[in-house]
């Protein structure tokens, strides 16, 4: 019996809401896999509103919500002084930004002053991958 896309879906949802689990975390296959900012770089003096490049090597980028070996979509640490709990879906906040869609790139808005910005790539259930996929930390000023 072959199993479709919405009944694996619907069976996932039946045991998450009856046993409250998760699912796991989805392996980092390999060593050498890197996220990373493009631009803006660290201390770049930006407007309010300015793009954000996303760079990944070793591993693809797939959409949240397709479930593909070596793959994980962007999510944006924005101000995070501390990780967010790296063994649970990641919550959408405004300090964690979702790309979900698989953007490799995104305009945002931030308040005039200092900033943080970091990636950390999640699998297809928001949940980053063990070891974590994540890039160093920026720092840009917003005039």
Not at 41 to 56: I, N, Y
Not at 70 to 86: A, R
Not at 127 to 138: F, G, L, T
């Amino acid at each position: 019996m072959k199993i479709t896309g919405t009944a694996r879906l619907v069976i996932f949802l039946a045991i998450t809401s009856i046993t409250g689990a998760l699912p796991a975390a989805t392996g980092t296959p390999k060593p050498g896999i890197a996220a990373y900012l493009i631009e803006p770089v660290d201390g770049q003096r930006l407007p309010r509103t300015f793009r954000v490049v996303f760079g990944l090597s070793g591993m693809g980028v797939a959409p949240a919500g397709v479930e593909r070996e070596n793959t994980g979509h962007h999510h944006l640490l924005i101000d995070m002084s501390e990780l967010p709990d790296l063994d649970k879906p990641l919550p959408a906040t405004e300090h964690i930004r979702h790309f979900g869609g698989g953007q490799t790139e995104a305009t945002i808005t931030l308040e005039p002053g200092t900033h943080t910005l970091q990636l950390l790539l999640g699998d297809h259930a928001h949940i980053p991958h063990q070891p974590p996929v994540i890039s160093e930390k920026i720092t840009v000023i917003v005039e």
